[in-house]
């Protein structure tokens, strides 16, 4: 094996000497001495005949460099994850690289493939001024949301039987899980109203 630093590589080599005969033993550490009794001749010769070219002077360095190189592949990696994964749960910026403008064509591809209508800051503009009755727009509107709550409550169904089956406790949960469920809550008990009000 090669030597990871030149201070390895010199240890090696004092090894290697004592192992041969041409150094004294009593004239280095101990952990050099152990190290030529325990260790066969070859490997500490492969250890000590390491060229010091581009060696770092402890293993130390070496292991930072080498962490180093991991977290940039890491963040390389992640980056272009970014771009590729926006199909997968838990990525909600899909398109955060993209060119600017091409939001709405990508909206309403996604729209298409899964019978929702694309949602937007200028959506209530839109709605208003779209050139179709009323009456039509709110039935789309209730026939969307029906579909979106029959999704959120698959989900919740879900996280349900997660709990039930592994006997998962509301003390075991992130403090923001508890205050995300009370205020799902209160929402949920406004929209109650606003659906009874377009209800009557």
């Not at 325990?38 to 070496?62: I, N, R, W, Y």
């Not at 890491?74 to 749960?89: F, L, P, Q, S």
């Not at 694309?118 to 209530?124: L, S, Y």
Request: net charge positive; charged share 35%.
């Amino acid at each position: 094996m090669p030597a990871t630093s030149k201070s390895q590589q010199k240890l090696m080599g004092i090894v290697h000497a004592i192992q041969k005969g041409d150094a004294d033993s009593n004239n280095f550490s101990k952990q050099a001495q152990d190290m030529a009794k325990d260790m066969k001749p070859g490997d500490v010769k492969d250890f000590a005949s390491t060229s010091h070219k581009e060696l770092p002077d402890k293993k130390e360095e070496q292991v930072q460099k080498l962490k180093e190189r991991i977290r940039s592949m890491i963040r390389e990696k992640m980056m272009k994850e970014m771009n590729v994964t926006g199909n997968v749960a838990g990525y909600q910026t899909p398109y955060a690289f993209d060119k600017p403008g091409s939001e709405k064509k990508k909206a309403k591809q996604q729209a298409d493939l899964t019978g929702y209508t694309p949602v937007n800051e200028n959506r209530w503009l839109e709605l208003k001024n779209e050139e179709v009755p009323a009456n039509v727009k709110i039935n789309r509107g209730i026939s969307n949301i029906n579909k979106q709550l029959a999704e959120m409550e698959k989900f919740l169904n879900w996280y349900g039987r997660l709990k039930q089956e592994n006997g998962v406790t509301n003390e075991t949960f992130w403090k923001r899980t508890n205050k995300n469920i009370y205020s799902i809550k209160e929402r949920l008990m406004k929209l109650e109203q606003k659906i009874r009000k377009i209800s009557e």
